[in-house]
Nanobody
Framework: QVQVVESGGGLVQPGGSLRLSCAASGGPFSTYFMGWFRQAPGKELEFVAAISPSGGSTDYTDSVKGRFTISRDNAKNTMYLQMNSLKPEDTANYYC??????????????????WGQGTQVTVSS
């Protein structure tokens, strides 16, 4: 059974930075295609970023391009989301997810079969 745990959220001022971590256990981490999603109060779950199993391919939603960086360390079974130049509109609960084997799309939450419990990011002065 794959288990996914996020950490690293918190309160940060606008313009600040945070790094989220996602540890996945219970399976071959280096074969997982993984993603980050977020959900703000009263809004739908939103795709943020995704990364291929090797880390060689990444993609981002337009609103975070140039500010967020997704990466992974397969030796540590951990994925990261470095968030810089944070804005109040980045405030949300951030979720890490492992995509289902056989899925070919990655921006939809339905493509992912294992989820963490989420970590709250609040950007406010």
């Amino acid at each position: 059974q794959v288990q996914v745990v996020e950490s690293g959220g918190g309160l940060v001022q606008p313009g600040g930075s945070l790094r989220l971590s996602c540890a996945a256990s219970g399976g071959p981490f280096s074969t997982y295609f993984m993603g980050w999603f977020r959900q703000a109060p009263g809004k739908e779950l939103e795709f943020v970023a995704a990364i291929s199993p090797s880390g060689g391919s990444t993609d981002y939603t337009d609103s975070v391009k140039g500010r967020f960086t997704i990466s992974r360390d397969n030796a540590k079974n951990t994925m990261y989301l470095q968030m810089n130049s944070l804005k109040p509109e980045d405030t949300a609960n951030y979720y890490c997810a492992v995509r289902r084997y056989g899925s070919t799309y990655y921006t939809s939450s339905g493509a992912y079969g294992h989820w963490g419990q989420g970590t709250q990011v609040t950007v406010s002065s």
